[in-house]
């Protein structure tokens, strides 16, 4: 428990070392509640990021979000922040339905973008947007959907204990308690993108799409409980979809942002067929095969609590009849707040036991930014992949997709 303490409160309380001349300066478009959590906070700690300037579309609120996070600068509007030859990087953390717009506007201004996720509110969007042709220059601007959770630890260590090709089901679940939202949010107004799948759903997916390295063929079923009126009638409340992969395997998601009171972690499970491990001490009728079964607990906010299940069944079996002559399960727990705790492959890479997942996405942006080497990303066709399965969910489930930006009609 006194580990736990420490490390949260390391994270919301991080050194603040001196910042480099040529430190990035972010501009923020819109004074959003996830902006402290996700880039003022883990911009702390960096020595080549400094929060510049915000801008909101009421100066006041963005003046009082500015004096509250001891931001030097704001700017009368979002365009402003654009047009400003000082600010090097953007962050969009704007309603899904501005995303595009702005990402597309910022890239245009020859800003660095950090885009909240989802990047946008459809393929249709994504598919423009990550192949504007300023993406593909050498020296063009970086773009990077904000995934954090990808870029944790666990996650890695958890992925490196599967083998994508022998799993054949995937389950991963996830929730916000029903006090946690209202029925004003963002989340639950379709003219801006909204809905579980495009909240936290959205993990889910991603979750399902890297544990089998693939992407689904499919979305065999789709069950949502909608709003029943006005801007809320196509917004999924919860959902429960299920996917089919290559090779027939099944993956399975499910959120709600209406959860019973009390919280539980997010999760992802990922199940192997039996395969065959060598045994030199067997007789020559008989071999030995293993299944795998691998859980995550704490999929999306790792740093607070998370656990990495292993549990393997081992059987011996008579090759020519195929009979089991003995059975047994072995079991394995893992937590690693930092690569050094994972050890092996990933004991050499940056972070600290105190990063929240938000920081270690900020360092790898940060290095492409800066011309310097990469250990994970989020690349342009993932993010476009992503928003596919999205919306062959949404075509599923009968709500449709999340309707289209006009902007679209002015990228050429």
């Known amino acids: 428990m006194a580990a736990m303490i420490g490390r949260i409160w390391g994270a919301f309380n991080p050194p603040t070392p001196p910042k480099s001349k040529d ?26 990021v400094v929060i510049q300037a915000v801008a909101a579309r009421q100066r006041e609120k963005a003046e009082k979000f500015a004096k509250s996070n001891n931001i030097p600068e704001v700017k009368n509007s979002y365009q402003e922040i654009l047009d400003d030859p000082n600010i090097d990087c953007v962050f969009i953390p704007l309603a ?28 249709t969007e994504a598919e423009i947007l990550f192949n504007l042709p300023e993406l593909s220059k050498h020296d063009g601007p970086v773009l990077l959907e904000a995934f954090h959770n990808r870029f944790y630890p666990a996650w890695h260590f958890f992925r490196s204990l599967i083998n994508p090709a022998d799993v054949v089901h995937v389950s991963s679940n996830s929730m916000i308690p029903w006090w946690g939202t209202g029925k004003d949010d963002i989340h639950f107004n379709y003219n801006l993108a909204g809905g579980t799948m495009m909240a936290m759903g959205t993990y889910n997916f991603a979750a399902l799409r890297m544990a089998f390295n693939a992407e689904p063929e499919e979305c065999l079923s789709c069950d949502v409980t909608p709003g029943t009126e006005g801007v809320h009638k196509k917004c999924d409340y919860d959902f429960t979809a299920k996917f089919r992969f290559p090779n027939g395997a099944i993956g399975e998601a499910h959120s709600t942002l209406k959860g019973p009171t009390m919280w539980t972690p997010s999760h992802v499970t990922a199940t192997h067929r039996a395969v065959v491990v060598p045994d030199k001490t067997l007789p020559a009728d008989q071999e030995k095969t293993q299944s795998r079964e691998v859980t995550l607990h704490g999929v999306i906010h790792g740093i607070f609590w998370h656990r990495i299940d292993v549990k393997d069944v081992f059987e011996i079996r008579n090759k020519d009849s195929g009979s089991v002559i003995k059975k047994w399960t072995e079991k394995q727990s893992h937590k690693t707040y930092s690569f050094n705790e994972a050890g092996g492959e990933f004991e050499h890479l940056p972070g600290e036991t105190n990063w929240m997942s938000y920081r270690y996405m900020l360092e790898q942006f940060v290095n492409r930014v800066k011309g310097r080497k990469t250990q994970h990303w989020v690349g342009q066709q993932d993010s476009i992949a992503q928003m596919k399965m999205l919306d062959m969910a949404y075509e599923k489930s009968g709500l449709g997709l999340r309707p289209t930006s006009k902007y679209t009609s002015s990228v050429e």
């Open 23 to 48: 430190a990035l300066k972010f501009g923020v478009l819109g004074a959003a509640n996830i902006a402290p959590l996700a880039l003022l906070g883990p911009a702390k700690s960096h020595p080549e």
């Open 96 to 123: 899904n339905s501005l995303h595009f717009e702005w990402a597309v506007r910022s890239i245009r201004a020859g800003k660095h973008v950090l885009l909240e996720k989802p990047s946008v509110a459809n393929s």
